[in-house]
């Protein structure tokens, strides 16, 4: 089978600066094809009749929730929604499976031997550099894994690295690749320019510009006054009353201050009854004959008089209005085809970055692919700027670390497109069904 697929993988044709970016890690894959219902009872999904039951897929949730958690901090859940992290989950495991049928098609096997290898060389499980029985028979407790469960989890990781070290021996690079990466990337042009600065505009703002950005953005200027509690009050006559207290509650529990403003919570400077019935707990519940009560605590804050950031506000409109005169200018220039009369010669783009400080790659990558003569318009971090290549693109020489960091490079995302392409086959064969009562 792999002999097949490999015949039949799309050649790697497109530039690779244009689709090395196609590549760089995402969490979220694409949908294969296959049948979206099926499983019930205690199955996530079938790939191809076989099982992934909810223990499989409760551990890979926990572990991908916590990968995220410390990529993007505690407040992940508010990029990536539960139905996304779930779907994210499910693809790891039936990418897996697909991964583990297709090895074993091939006939590819792990003995015994290499999973205790596996295992007993793992830093988890050392103890003063020897492995440790009690470590990791420490660790399988802690995760609720029998002996057997992990040494399978172990062999199916190893059988599926065989399978992609077969995968990863397929590219191969050529000369005139790793030139013309190294020309667009390491390659030095000469350029006209005309600068606009920001500050050689001076506009002016007027007392009613300062006072509607202030009331259009006063949550830009808050202070801190300290921890404070607030209080949600449901009265238990009005419809869905208890359902309204228990989602408050929840929402309080779980920190979402944010989401807990629609009940409108209010202020309390009550020291009694912050110390009867708050008792310096961060969140808590309790009712009366008459309401359901909510409490959490949180920083307060107040927004600062308008007196006291009108200077702020007056500057950062001076500079919006700068910006905007800059972009004009630069922009007529442009239309009006003028001559660029500074000139710069030799950058490469590290050394056009340090000299411009342009606030985009993209705009850099553009400009040094333009023909010469041509001109464009570049937003930099203190205005704009109008920019022509005058001269081709050149290399004074190969630097042989670079050549080589550069083949790497070009293997690396040829790997990872071989891969996505094995599995887009694998999943485009393949029947898998999912039981959508995990998703709803």
């Known amino acids: 089978m792999l002999s097949k697929i490999r015949k039949n993988m799309r050649a790697f044709s497109i530039p690779l600066w244009i689709v090395a970016a196609s590549f760089v890690g995402t969490i979220f894959l694409v949908w294969g094809r296959g049948s979206i219902s099926g499983p019930s009872g205690n199955e996530v999904a079938t790939v191809n009749g076989k099982g992934i039951d909810f223990v499989e897929f409760n551990r890979e949730y926990s572990s991908l929730v916590r990968e995220l958690e410390q990529q993007f901090g505690e407040n992940f859940r508010k990029l990536f929604p539960e139905k996304e992290i779930k779907l994210t989950a ?13 090895a074993k098609e091939e006939g590819i096997k792990v003995s015994d031997w290499a999973v205790a290898k596996e295992i007993m060389e793992s830093p988890l ?15 399988l407790k802690a995760n609720r894994l029998t002996k057997h469960t992990f040494e399978e989890m172990v062999r199916e990781d190893l059988t599926i690295q065989k399978l992609l070290e077969v995968i990863n021996r397929s590219p191969s690079v050529t000369e005139y690749e790793v030139k013309e990466l190294y020309k667009e990337t390491f390659g030095k042009r000469d350029f006209s320019f005309k600068l606009f600065p920001v500050d050689s505009f001076k506009p002016e703002v007027t007392e009613k510009e300062i006072e509607d950005y202030y009331k259009a953005h006063k949550g830009e200027f808050t202070e801190k006054t300290g921890e404070q509690y607030f209080l949600i009050k449901i009265p238990k006559g009005e419809e869905g009353a208890s359902d309204r207290a228990k989602e408050a509650f929840r929402l309080a529990k779980g920190g979402k201050k944010e989401e807990l403003q629609k009940f409108s919570p209010e202020p309390v400077t009550d020291k009694e009854l912050i110390e009867k019935k708050f008792k310096n707990k961060p969140f808590g519940f309790y009712s009366d004959r008459d309401n359901f009560y909510v409490f959490f605590k949180q920083e307060g804050e107040k927004v600062k008089p308008l007196e006291s950031v009108k200077e702020e506000i007056a500057k950062k409109l001076k500079t919006q209005k700068a910006l905007k005169l800059a972009k004009e200018a630069a922009t007529a220039f442009l239309k009006e085809n003028r001559s660029l009369t500074e000139k710069v010669e030799g950058l490469d783009k590290a050394s056009f970055f340090e000299k411009f400080k342009p606030l985009s790659p993209d705009d850099v990558d553009k400009l040094f692919a333009l023909h010469s003569g041509v001109k464009m318009v570049i937003v930099l971090s203190d205005g704009y700027g109008v920019f022509e290549p005058t001269s081709e693109i050149r290399v004074d020489g190969y630097d042989k670390e670079k050549m080589e960091q550069i083949k790497e490079f070009i293997l690396n995302v040829k790997r990872q497109s071989n891969y996505a392409n094995f599995v887009n086959l694998l999943r485009e064969r393949a029947t898998i069904k999912i039981n959508q009562a995990l998703f709803k």
Not at 91 to 101: G, V
């Open 90 to 102: 499910l693809q790891r495991l039936i990418t897996r499976e697909l991964l583990l049928q297709a």
């Open 125 to 139: 499980f050392k103890k003063d550099g020897k492995f440790s029985k009690e470590l990791y028979e420490e660790f």
